[in-house]
């Protein structure tokens, strides 16, 4: 029995084992030859290309309405590319960031990955990417021209090239033209600045289902910790005339008159006109959607996405007739080059392809004007192309469907006043923390003042490794 | 050789594999007393693959982390540096999540003793179909972390939850109680979540130590005429002592890990009231690519289990 027991020990061992042990050559030698029947003569057959596989990684698969017009086009790409075949591989929107960096890190990441302005700067100096610089040098003079500059410089790292631009809308409100005719409001003429913002608002939050407690609120936003929520507080801050950071990005400039008055007001929509429905804080994206569409909230700060999308959620949300967009409200009597921000993705080689030819051939498609406008057409996302979304500086038309489409129309017109985020590495961080003081605001758990002065200086302190040994910031 | 060892040998060689040692008497002594190590540890060298596995699973990771708080250990540039723990030691969030941090966890395992103690009492009846009962009690451990939070997060929903509709029907004034963003309520509506998720556990745990108290004890109490107050205290209690250390200090140390339930339902917010420690460690190293920043925090963390699962291995290695 003993013996018995010993060998069994021994043995389970050495099969936990075996697995790692390298193959022997004699495992690895190929069965003998058979002989092949004499073939009939023919011509030289040609060699077949190797077809290789490139894994491509979208949080857009993850919708439908999004997910039909990739699906759609991909086979356009591979018939187009008989040596190439995609794989596409679904991801949410808020693990992107970190599925890929733990992907990239071991080695096991996608060939191409398709990421939000959010986190763009810290995977292009994250060393994560692929530097498609010399691509673009083989590509005819002016390649990089049929995108906007500025897009085109946010993938821009130590003077290589590590991405293109991909998506690119400007933030805008979304009004539900039913709520504004129901409360007495012309549907036609939306709010130009905060303080009609603030009266139609107030004027929409009712009981308007009789159910004797307020149910319809006049705002909806994101509040909870989310990298949605900077785009829409960046638009009140800016047509207010502030800003997060000093044009040197060595400080914060949250200590601005024009950014407390921002701050009070964005935090006096809750806490004070109450404007906004209950539970903001622990609201996303989806939820504040969801309330849209149902017809719980009147207006909301959204953009491209959001026309497709209401009907997903309610279907007989008829948004041809109900769903109003205009340019976002700006601080009466001001006149400021930039009130509202931008939206914008891009497309990425991960450093871990094996084919980066194939897939910088994939990129350019996935980033080319038809592409562009097909991805439009199904899922009205506009382009950082010039020659889809337009440049009139240039005389560049915009693609007709955009132009005549009324909710991409005012998008498009308010891409020239849309500001990019500041292009730094501690850029997530800077955005969670000013959203956690509003927070703490919006809760009452901290004045206005007191939230903001303490994002200040936590702002301050993220960004101490820019500023040279005895340079400080200013006092709040 | 040692006098242990002299003695092994002396006893092996009247055994059956003794036999073929003496047999071959030409073998080194070394080799005689391998062979005896190997039979006499067969336990452990059962579970020898599973510890290699644990060490490459879990150990290598540990130690990498370990070593990229003080030195990148990503980068080409490695340099040893202690600042990721001076900057954790003036990082008000830090200690701020620390504390919520400890404020779940006593508030999480306290409730999952008492709940599980009542339900393990309740399930440890002698009646007909307590089978079915008990599937029922454990049906929130089966539930994921992930899915828990959703769940309780559109349960907590001011406008369309289920909780605060009970309460408007029920009269009450304020209808939009706002469950998970007030900045009062949000950690005890976490609490409440997690203890209902997590008290099977617990009760499980109880429940295999109360079947293990003899009945004959109770009969004994019955028949001397002890309530059951009595029974309870001079039986039960001290009959569960053991297993309750066990529960408390297992529980402990997977409270400090939460992680998906909270992060599901507010993030760590509204503010910090939330932001329990596994969470900030996650936004340091995933979103804000602070990642030795973010292994000094683990390690903090880790130091603070190992220091909580201390009397817990003592107890087990008592034991053995």
Same mark, same amino acid.
């Given at each position: 029995?003993?013996?018995?027991?010993?060998?069994?020990?021994?043995?389970?061992?050495?099969?936990?084992?075996?697995?790692?042990?390298?193959?022997?050559? /004699? /495992?690895?030698?190929?069965?003998?030859?058979?002989?092949?029947?004499?073939?009939?003569?023919?011509? &030289?057959?040609?060699?077949?290309?190797?077809?290789?596989?490139?894994?491509?990684?979208?949080?857009?698969?993850?919708?439908?309405?999004?997910?039909?017009?990739?699906?759609?086009?991909?086979?356009?790409?591979?018939?187009?590319?008989?040596?190439?075949?995609?794989?596409?591989?679904?991801?949410?929107?808020?693990?992107?960031?970190?599925?890929?960096?733990?992907?990239?890190? /071991?080695? &096991?990441?996608?060939?191409?990955?398709?990421?939000?302005?959010?986190?763009?700067?810290?995977?292009?100096?994250?060393?994560?990417?692929?530097?498609?610089?010399?691509?673009?040098?083989?590509?005819?003079?002016?390649?990089?021209?049929?995108?906007?500059?500025?897009?085109?410089?946010?993938?821009?790292?130590?003077?290589?090239?590590?991405?293109?631009?991909?998506?690119?809308?400007?933030?805008?409100?979304?009004?539900?033209?039913?709520?504004?005719?129901?409360?007495?409001?012309?549907?036609?003429? +939306?709010?130009?600045?905060?303080?009609?913002?603030?009266?139609?608002?107030?004027?929409?939050?009712?009981?308007?289902?009789?159910?004797?407690?307020?149910?319809?609120?006049?705002?909806?936003?994101?509040?909870?910790?989310?990298?949605?929520?900077?785009?829409?507080?960046?638009?009140?801050?800016?047509?207010?005339?502030?800003?997060?950071?000093?044009?040197?990005?060595?400080?914060?400039?949250?200590?601005? +008159?024009?950014?407390?008055?921002?701050?009070?007001?964005?935090?006096?929509?809750?806490?004070? &006109?109450?404007?906004?429905? +209950?539970?903001?804080?622990?609201?996303?994206?989806?939820?504040?959607?969801?309330?849209?569409?149902?017809?719980?909230?009147?207006?909301?700060?959204?953009?491209?996405?959001?026309?497709?999308?209401?009907?997903?959620?309610?279907?007989?949300?008829?948004?041809?007739?109900?769903?109003? /967009?205009?340019?976002?409200?700006?601080?009466?009597?001001?006149?400021?080059?930039?009130?509202?921000?931008?939206?914008?993705?891009?497309?990425?080689?991960?450093?871990?392809?094996?084919?980066?030819?194939?897939?910088?051939?994939?990129?350019?498609?996935?980033?080319?004007?038809?592409?562009?406008?097909?991805?439009?057409?199904?899922?009205?996302?506009?382009?950082?192309?010039?020659?889809?979304?337009?440049?009139?500086?240039?005389?560049?038309?915009?693609?007709?469907?955009?132009?005549?489409?009324?909710?991409?129309?005012?998008?498009?017109?308010?891409?020239?006043? &849309?500001?990019?985020?500041?292009?730094?590495?501690?850029?997530?961080?800077?955005?969670?923390?000013?959203?956690?003081?509003?927070?703490?605001?919006?809760?009452?758990?901290?004045?206005?003042?007191?939230?903001?002065?303490?994002?200040?200086?936590?702002?301050?302190?993220?960004?101490?490794?820019?500023?040279?040994?005895?340079?400080?910031?200013?006092?709040? | 050789?040692?006098?242990?060892?002299?003695?092994?040998?002396?006893?092996?060689?009247?055994?059956?594999?003794?036999?073929?040692?003496?047999?071959?008497?030409?073998?080194?002594?070394?080799?005689?007393?391998?062979?005896?190590?190997?039979?006499?540890?067969?336990?452990?060298?059962?579970? $020898?693959?599973?510890?290699?596995?644990?060490?490459?699973?879990?150990?290598?990771?540990?130690?990498?982390?370990?070593?990229?708080?003080?030195?990148?250990?990503?980068?080409?540039?490695?340099?040893?540096?202690?600042?990721?723990?001076?900057?954790?030691?003036?990082?008000?969030?830090?200690?701020?999540?620390?504390?919520?941090?400890?404020?779940?966890?006593?508030?999480?395992?306290?409730?999952?003793?008492?709940?599980?103690?009542?339900?393990?009492?309740?399930?440890?009846?002698?009646?007909?179909?307590?089978?079915?009962?008990?599937?029922?009690?454990?049906?929130?451990?089966?539930?994921?972390?992930?899915?828990?939070?959703?769940?309780?997060?559109?349960?907590?929903?001011?406008?369309?939850?289920?909780?605060?509709?009970?309460?408007?029907?029920?009269?009450?004034?304020?209808?939009?109680?706002?469950?998970?963003?007030?900045?009062?309520?949000?950690?005890?509506?976490?609490?409440?979540?997690?203890?209902?998720?997590?008290?099977?556990?617990?009760?499980?745990?109880?429940?295999?130590?109360?079947?293990?108290?003899?009945?004959?004890?109770?009969?004994?109490?019955?028949?001397?005429?002890?309530?059951?107050?009595?029974?309870?205290?001079?039986?039960?209690?001290?009959?569960?002592?053991?297993?309750?250390?066990?529960?408390?200090?297992?529980?402990?140390?997977?409270?400090?890990?939460?992680?998906?339930?909270?992060?599901?339902?507010?993030?760590?917010?509204?503010?910090?009231?939330?932001?329990? $420690?596994?969470?900030?460690?996650?936004?340091?190293?995933?979103?804000?690519?602070?990642?030795?920043?973010?292994?000094?925090?683990?390690?903090?963390?880790?130091?603070?289990?190992?220091?909580?699962?201390?009397?817990?291995?003592?107890?087990?290695?008592?034991?053995?």
């Amino acid at each position: 029995m003993k013996k018995f027991v010993f060998l069994l020990v021994v043995g389970s061992l050495l099969m936990t084992t075996a697995g790692c042990q390298a193959p022997t050559p /004699a /495992a690895t030698q190929p069965p003998p030859a058979t002989q092949a029947p004499a073939a009939p003569p023919t011509v &030289a057959p040609t060699k077949a290309p190797q077809v290789v596989t490139l894994r491509v990684s979208n949080w857009h698969l993850a919708e439908k309405h999004w997910e039909k017009t990739i699906k759609d086009a991909i086979p356009i790409f591979e018939k187009e590319n008989p040596d190439i075949k995609v794989n596409l591989e679904v991801i949410s929107y808020a693990e992107k960031e970190a599925k890929y960096a733990t992907e990239i890190q /071991a080695g &096991a990441g996608p060939d191409l990955i398709h990421l939000a302005g959010y986190s763009i700067r810290n995977f292009v100096e994250s060393g994560y990417l692929y530097d498609i610089t010399p691509f673009i040098q083989k590509e005819p003079v002016g390649f990089l021209d049929q995108w906007y500059p500025h897009l085109v410089e946010l993938f821009k790292y130590q003077g290589k090239q590590y991405g293109l631009p991909s998506d690119y809308m400007a933030m805008i409100l979304a009004y539900d033209k039913k709520l504004f005719t129901e409360a007495g409001l012309d549907p036609n003429k +939306p709010p130009k600045t905060w303080d009609e913002f603030l009266d139609y608002a107030k004027k929409m939050t009712r009981d308007r289902k009789g159910s004797g407690k307020t149910d319809t609120w006049g705002f909806g936003t994101v509040g909870t910790i989310d990298p949605g929520w900077e785009l829409r507080f960046s638009p009140v801050l800016l047509s207010h005339g502030a800003a997060y950071l000093t044009p040197d990005n060595k400080c914060s400039a949250l200590n601005t +008159p024009e950014a407390k008055e921002a701050f009070k007001f964005w935090v006096g929509l809750v806490t004070d &006109a109450k404007v906004v429905p +209950p539970g903001v804080t622990s609201q996303g994206a989806g939820a504040v959607r969801t309330q849209f569409a149902n017809e719980l909230i009147a207006m909301k700060i959204g953009s491209g996405w959001t026309a497709p999308i209401i009907p997903t959620i309610n279907k007989d949300f008829n948004i041809q007739e109900n769903l109003g /967009a205009a340019p976002m409200p700006v601080k009466a009597g001001k006149t400021l080059a930039k009130t509202t921000t931008a939206w914008y993705s891009g497309w990425m080689i991960t450093k871990n392809t094996k084919y980066p030819e194939q897939a910088w051939r994939l990129l350019k498609w996935l980033t080319s004007k038809e592409s562009d406008q097909r991805w439009f057409d199904g899922a009205r996302v506009l382009s950082s192309r010039r020659d889809v979304s337009g440049d009139p500086d240039k005389g560049i038309k915009a693609y007709q469907p955009i132009l005549d489409d009324k909710f991409s129309q005012v998008i498009q017109a308010e891409l020239k006043n &849309a500001q990019i985020n500041p292009q730094l590495k501690e850029w997530p961080q800077i955005a969670d923390t000013v959203n956690k003081e509003v927070q703490n605001a919006f809760t009452g758990s901290k004045s206005a003042d007191a939230a903001l002065k303490d994002a200040y200086d936590q702002i301050n302190k993220i960004l101490a490794p820019y500023r040279k040994a005895g340079e400080t910031c200013p006092a709040y | 050789m040692n006098r242990r060892l002299r003695r092994e040998l002396s006893r092996a060689v009247r055994t059956p594999f003794g036999s073929e040692i003496t047999g071959n008497m030409n073998q080194s002594l070394a080799s005689k007393v391998l062979f005896r190590s190997i039979r006499l540890n067969t336990g452990f060298a059962f579970a $020898l693959p599973c510890l290699l596995l644990l060490l490459l699973v879990l150990g290598l990771p540990a130690i990498m982390a370990v070593a990229n708080s003080f030195t990148p250990i990503w980068s080409e540039v490695k340099t040893f540096t202690l600042d990721n723990y001076t900057k954790l030691l003036q990082d008000k969030t830090f200690w701020e999540s620390l504390q919520v941090t400890i404020i779940f966890v006593a508030y999480t395992v306290m409730l999952h003793l008492a709940l599980g103690l009542v339900v393990a009492l309740a399930l440890n009846a002698d009646i007909r179909g307590i089978w079915l009962f008990r599937i029922i009690a454990i049906l929130p451990w089966t539930i994921p972390d992930v899915i828990s939070g959703l769940v309780w997060r559109f349960m907590y929903d001011p406008t369309a939850g289920i909780i605060n509709y009970f309460l408007d029907r029920l009269g009450v004034q304020n209808p939009y109680i706002e469950w998970l963003a007030h900045p009062r309520l949000a950690l005890p509506s976490v609490i409440l979540a997690d203890v209902w998720r997590g008290y099977p556990f617990v009760m499980l745990i109880l429940l295999a130590g109360l079947q293990a108290i003899p009945k004959e004890l109770y009969e004994a109490a019955r028949v001397d005429g002890a309530s059951v107050l009595q029974e309870f205290r001079h039986i039960t209690v001290p009959g569960l002592v053991r297993m309750v250390q066990v529960a408390l200090a297992l529980d402990v140390i997977w409270q400090f890990r939460r992680f998906g339930l909270v992060y599901n339902m507010t993030q760590g917010g509204p503010g910090n009231a939330t932001d329990i $420690l596994p969470l900030a460690i996650y936004r340091q190293y995933f979103k804000y690519f602070n990642f030795e920043y973010a292994s000094a925090m683990a390690v903090v963390l880790a130091a603070i289990m190992i220091v909580i699962s201390i009397p817990y291995v003592r107890m087990m290695v008592k034991r053995t």
